[in-house]
């Protein structure tokens, strides 16, 4: 069933993908299950825009499905997960990207898990990271990128907070379609998170919640 999903949503099957998900979280399936499944599939994706075999419309539309897959599980989330917040995380896609897919995943996983987060969206600025870094007083801070010119982006978000005087004391972690370790090398940032569930056990690493 797990598979269904997954290469549902790769393919777009917006009808049968809410039905699943509705029939999962009614035979009282782990939510995190439901979500773990959605990634792989929008893995798919990704890798069918990497080769060209999907566009952006494709990728704005599997973007639209999540949301709705998110908006059915998120409720079967809070019931077990504690409210209490744990410490503030800003996160934000780089200038010069619109990719929001994975940056949403963050930003929900990072909510149901008890962390503060301030979304700054798309095509974020090195300016607006820097005040919403001022603004919250993060101590964490999560850059998204799909698409390979995010790594320079990146590499000036992270030398602006640096000039700043912003970067002593902040953790940084770079997440995205394209991303690795040696763009987070690259980027000078603290650690690279494969997906949303690595994201927030650094978070907790870093906030010192086990």
């Known amino acids: 069933m797990s598979g269904d999903l997954a290469n549902l949503l790769a393919d777009l099957k ?68 504690a409210t209490k917040k744990l410490g503030k995380v800003v996160i934000g896609t780089v200038a010069g990207d619109i990719h929001d897919i994975g940056l949403n995943i963050v930003d929900f996983m990072l909510d149901v898990n008890g962390f503060e987060v301030t979304n700054l969206g798309v095509d974020v600025p090195v300016e607006k990271f820097i005040q919403a870094v001022k603004d919250t007083k993060t101590l964490i801070l999560g850059l998204s990128g799909f698409l390979t010119p995010a790594f320079d982006a990146m590499k000036e978000t992270v030398e602006a907070l640096e000039k700043a005087g912003l970067r002593k004391g902040l953790k940084i972690m770079i997440g995205g379609g394209q991303m690795n370790d040696d763009v987070r090398k690259y980027a000078k940032a603290d650690a690279y998170g494969k997906n949303a569930m690595e994201a927030v056990a650094l978070a907790k690493k870093w906030t010192g919640v086990q």
């Open 14 to 81: 917006d009808e049968e993908v809410i039905k699943l998900v509705k029939e999962r979280l009614n035979a009282g399936e782990d939510p995190l299950k439901i979500l773990e499944d959605s990634r792989k599939g929008m893995e798919i994706v990704g890798q069918r825009f990497a080769s060209s075999e999907y566009f952006l419309p494709e990728l704005v539309y599997s973007g639209e499905l999540l949301k709705q897959v998110n908006d059915l599980v998120k409720p079967y989330l809070k019931q077990t997960v």
